[in-house]
């Protein structure tokens, strides 16, 4: 079972204890106003998201970490490898994407995550194109994104919310799609 350590942060698989802090996340409208519609999820959708995240893992060999601090053992959100279906003018693609609950933003551990996230994409799984979307108007994951050396590679629409989003890539010679 994958596990990546970073100073302050672990990231692993989803354990059953993880549902309520993740939901209490996934509750927030501040968190969710850049996701899809901008719509909260409950706890019945966001144990569906987890079971397809695992889902994930078990088919593609990459999936959403669940993101703890180290310090107090605390879910703090996730962060992790995707396949951007919903966004099919840029398959094929390995998607890089974080999440964390409001208590943790400020602090570079979306950053400290997602660059951990990014070098086990291209050096444990030969991953050589990785991909990040984040609305437009979201200028924090943009930022995280550029800290990461990615570029900005287009602006589009997500075809299921109808949104402005822009992709950015960041790509390494000899890897896979």
Known sequence: MTTLRTPRLTLR?????????????????????????????????TAAAVARWEREWEERGVGLFAVEVRETGRLAGFAGLSVPEYLPEILPAVEIGWRLGRSHWGR??????????????????????????????????????????????????????????????????????
Do not use: Q, Y
């Open 13 to 45: 698989r989803w354990r059953e204890d993880d549902l309520g802090p993740l939901a209490e996340i996934n509750a927030d409208p501040e968190v969710m106003r850049w996701i899809g519609d901008g719509s909260v999820l409950d706890r019945e959708e």
């Open 108 to 177: 570079g551990l979306a950053t400290e995550a997602a660059r951990a996230v990014l070098d086990f994409a291209l050096r444990d799984r030969g991953v050589g194109r990785v991909v990040s979307v984040h609305r437009v108007g979201n200028d924090s994951s943009a930022k995280i994104m550029r800290k990461l050396g990615m570029r900005r590679d287009r602006e589009t629409t997500d075809p299921v919310h109808r949104v402005p989003v822009c992709v950015h890539v960041i790509e390494v010679a000899g890897g896979r799609p």
